[in-house]
């Protein structure tokens, strides 16, 4: 193996997508070598402490832990580690939580691959990289909010600011009803997760009972 090889590892539960793209990018540049490739979140943080790969690409949405919460994982793991991001998810929050998490890079799956090659090459070397499409669209937020008339803040409950991203989502779907099960498909999240997140809620907002909980949420829906 070359010194100068990037080592990388690939996570995403399309296992089609996933073998396509180690082929795809060990054919274009042979200084890239694809050590590993993982199904879900959770095999992903495994496998990442044990191969400690140059670079990991993950998708955003994958069983049992979803990528964004991965890229925490495996930056806690293996903080020399960098992460890009390929998604079809151009939502906002995940890109901001994915790069304030620690991830280099946030592409979309429509990408060239010459680019997605490239790509790793330029993380490798220590740049962060967006999708032309999203950057366009954060820049577009920015000139927006620049030119907007300042408008009363919505209000929140105080304990609403110590909760995480993940555990404001859950905090939502409770408060209209949802069980486990329903907000683990409406989230992609394993119901181990959700039952995580619910878990810390009651914590942080001091209570017990669930029903308790979800009367304290309810203000939530009139934001």
């Known amino acids: 193996m070359n010194h100068n090889t990037i080592r990388i590892m690939l996570a995403d539960d399309q296992v089609l997508f996933i073998q396509s793209l180690k082929r795809v990018i060990e054919s274009l540049d042979q200084d890239i070598e694809v050590v590993g490739i993982a199904y879900d979140g959770e095999e992903a943080i495994r496998m990442a402490r044990e191969l400690q790969p140059d670079i990991t690409i993950l998708d955003v949405r994958m069983p049992k832990i979803d990528g964004v919460h991965a890229v925490e994982h495996i930056r806690n793991l293996h903080p020399q580690s960098k992460i890009i991001m390929l998604t079809t998810f151009d939502n906002d929050d995940y890109v901001h ?7 280099c890079g946030y592409l979309l799956k429509d990408i060239e691959p010459q680019k997605l090659v490239n790509a790793i090459r330029a993380v490798a070397a220590g740049t962060v990289l967006m999708s032309e499409t999203i950057a366009n669209k954060i820049i577009a937020q920015m000139i927006s909010q620049t030119q907007a008339k300042p408008r009363l803040m919505k209000s929140y409950p105080d304990w609403y600011h ?4 993940r555990e404001r989502e859950v905090a939502v779907l409770l408060a209209k009803g949802l069980d486990n099960h329903e907000i683990s498909n409406t989230m992609f999240l394993a119901e181990q997760t959700v039952k995580n997140h619910i878990s810390s809620l009651y914590k942080k907002l001091n209570v017990k009972d669930r029903t308790l909980l979800i009367q ?3 203000p939530l829906l009139e934001q």
């Open 97 to 103: 939580e994915a790069l304030a998490k620690g991830a």
């Open 162 to 165: 110590e909760l995480s991203y």
């Open 216 to 218: 304290k949420l309810k």
